[in-house]
């Protein structure tokens, strides 16, 4: 967690420094606290409808198209392996690359959040196809009992990556608005990855609830 630290004087007879908790970070996560009660709601409910129709999941899980759900998983995964490479360089106050487009190890936080923000994007992309793909099979919001539970989770998780990538576009745009990059700025950045570290694990346990245990 970020932290803010409040120096007190040294001399004989006072406090020691004193490290605060950055409140902007604190909040994040109390926030990501209650989208985490938000999702859990959302798991109870589909498997408290599966239990009571079992057949039903039995005869729709067969449309699931799990090699290219599997696929799309592993690139919102990934993505956050290039986000955190972001969260490094804002943390070492990098907000751009030193070098050439081709020189990787000289990128800066806005090239590697750019990158997720691309990675992200496939995602959502992948989510529309297998949408298609469902309908394609009768398979829609209103058709059935699984057919909501599959719309209302995973859309629901849509669009939390969807505002995810709103974040990063802001963060992006930021460092191109001022000529110092500062630590707020740099909180940004890091509390963003908070966000879609999130998002991400969300939907892991998403994808092994409706593509795996099916």
């Excluded at 009660?37 to 699931?64: C, H, K, Q, S």
């Excluded at 986000?83 to 106050?93: I, T, Y």
Aim: with cysteine; net charge neutral; glycine share 8%.
């Amino acid at each position: 967690m970020a932290t803010a630290t409040t120096a007190h004087s040294s001399s004989p007879g006072t406090s020691p420094a004193v490290t605060r908790p950055n409140m902007t970070a604190v909040g994040t996560m109390v926030w990501l606290s209650s989208e985490l009660m938000f999702f859990a709601g959302l798991f109870a409910m589909y498997f408290t409808i599966r239990a009571v129709a079992p057949d039903l999941w039995a005869d729709r899980t067969e449309a699931l198209n799990v090699p290219f759900a599997t696929v799309n998983t592993l690139i919102l995964v990934i993505s956050s392996v290039w986000c955190q490479l972001g969260v490094f360089k804002a943390e070492a106050g990098q907000p751009a690359r030193t070098g050439s487009l081709l020189q990787v190890g000289k990128w800066g936080m806005r090239e590697w959040y750019a990158l997720t923000y691309v990675f992200g994007a496939i995602f959502v992309s992948g989510q529309v196809y297998e949408y298609s793909e469902m309908f394609s099979h009768g398979i829609s919001m209103d058709s059935d009992a699984y057919g909501s539970m599959f719309y209302m989770t995973t859309g629901f998780h849509g669009v939390h990556v969807a505002a995810g990538l709103v974040a990063f576009l802001l963060i992006i745009g930021r460092t191109f608005t001022t000529r110092r990059y500062t630590h707020h700025q740099a909180t940004g950045a890091i509390v963003t990855s908070y966000y879609w570290h999130f998002v991400d694990v969300v939907w892991i346990a998403l994808f092994a609830t409706i593509y795996l245990l099916q």
